[in-house]
């Protein structure tokens, strides 16, 4: 299917919607008869499981359909919920989410929530995908070759392990809406390799996701102007020659209180990401080059070889050796 079809595909009205334009807004539809129910935060409400759709495979797409609501329900999947063209009202878990056109949603398995009914001009996508998709399997792919990548990627499938959605508004530029087309076209006309095509372009949308998430992503402080991001970029920039002293006096903090607000955001104290920095500019050096393992250790700061081992077989589980011959042979 070529992007210039895809509108006229999705406007198109499908059986389900015709159904539901001569049974009026409030009837669902009688699939919901096939559909469990289950007694989830002390009330009921629908269970989604796509145990067909998933069967064999990470991710289905779905349009949603018009001329009616989905009523409140929890998914034993992750979700992305996408606006393509209107807008449409969630409510997760009691709390009202207007979402516009080019605005993205995710929401973790378990989540109660529903969307309101959806008019001729709303064109609302799901897209859903096992949870290992998620947090474990997918999530590596997209590297982790800094303190940043590695705070937003646990961040953002933490929150999608806590019963938690994130939302994300659309920018004025807004290249999510053109990978997600291309998403659709390989899931409404599958061709050679679209399940391939598919799962790169997931790739990408992560990758946009993690840039908007960087950018939305402020203290929870009111009190605070910096972003976590912004000390985490500092430290990826200087990890060689930063100090907890010298960060603290930079962004205005005592060392103090800068300690515990970096542990109470990343998880980690202010040594062990220079270390994780360390390691992961060690990994990229040898992935990338054939210098020897000695070398490596001096050029991200250690003089010590039996340091640096200890501490990369501590996070890597590996020799650096084997780390790097393990990435050679994909």
């Given amino acids: 299917m070529k992007l210039e079809e895809l509108d006229r595909f999705l406007n198109t009205y499908t059986e389900s919607e015709r159904w539901h334009l001569q049974q009026g807004p409030q009837v669902l539809s009688p699939r919901y008869q096939a559909i469990a129910r289950t007694w989830f935060a002390g009330r009921e409400m629908y269970l989604f499981r796509f145990k067909t759709l998933l069967e064999n495979r990470y991710v289905c797409v779905n349009k949603e359909s018009r001329f009616t609501h989905i009523p409140e329900h929890i998914h034993t999947v992750i979700e992305f919920v996408y606006v393509y063209a209107g ?44 949870k290992d998709y998620l947090t474990r399997g997918f999530l590596q792919r997209l590297g982790n070759n800094g303190i940043i990548n590695n705070f937003l990627m646990n961040a953002l499938s933490q929150n999608a392990a806590h019963d938690q959605y994130l939302l994300f508004k659309k920018r004025e530029e807004n290249p999510i809406h053109g990978i997600i087309q291309h998403i659709l076209c390989e899931s409404y006309d599958p061709g050679l390799c679209s399940d391939k095509m598919i799962d790169a372009y997931m790739v990408l ?89 000695c070398e490596i250790a001096q050029k991200v700061g250690y003089d010590n070889l039996g340091f640096f081992y200890k501490k990369f077989e501590h996070l890597y589980h590996v020799t650096p050796s084997h780390w790097r011959e393990l990435q050679h042979n994909g």
């Fill in 205 to 293: 949308l992560f990758c946009e996701i993690l840039r908007q998430y960087k950018n939305q992503t402020f203290s929870g402080d009111p009190g605070t102007r910096w972003k976590i991001v912004d000390i985490l970029d500092y430290i990826e920039n200087h990890y060689l020659t930063a100090t907890l002293q010298e960060t603290a006096q930079i962004f205005g903090f005592h060392p103090n209180y800068l300690s515990a607000y970096i542990k109470k955001e990343t998880g980690r104290s202010f040594k062990e990401l220079i270390i994780l920095q360390r390691m992961c500019q060690a990994c990229f050096y040898l992935s990338n080059t054939n210098l020897p393992v």
């Fill in 87 to 130: 807008h449409c009202t969630q409510m997760i878990d009691g709390r009202e989410v207007t979402m516009q056109q080019g605005d993205i949603c995710l929401l973790d398995t378990q989540v109660p929530h529903s969307i309101g009914y959806l008019g001729a001009e709303d064109i609302v996508i799901t897209i859903e995908m096992q």
